[in-house]
């Protein structure tokens, strides 16, 4: 799931952990401002459900294959608007 804020990810990550309690659903979470590291271990869990802001999500693409950037970028601009 994308989410254009930080904010707005951390609220939708509390919320379907809330919903999904009993279903055994594994989430993470990928913004800036917290640990890359950390963040490649919650996804090699392999996570049912992710929750990223756009940039991030290009971070991690990019640290796993540079060329990810030139074919996930077109896809991410269409789903999340540019805010001005």
């Known amino acids: 799931m994308l989410s254009p804020t930080r904010e707005l990810a951390l609220q939708t990550l509390k919320f379907g952990k809330d919903l999904g309690r009993h279903t055994g659903l594994r989430m993470c979470l990928l913004v800036g401002g917290d640990s890359m590291e950390e963040q490649f271990a919650a996804l090699a869990a392999n996570p049912d ?7 991030r999500l290009l971070h991690h693409l990019e640290e796993v294959n540079p060329s990810a950037r030139w074919s996930a970028r077109p896809a991410i601009a269409r789903t999340v ?4």
């Open 81 to 84: 608007p540019q805010v001005r």
């Open 49 to 55: 459900v992710v929750m990223a802001t756009p940039g």
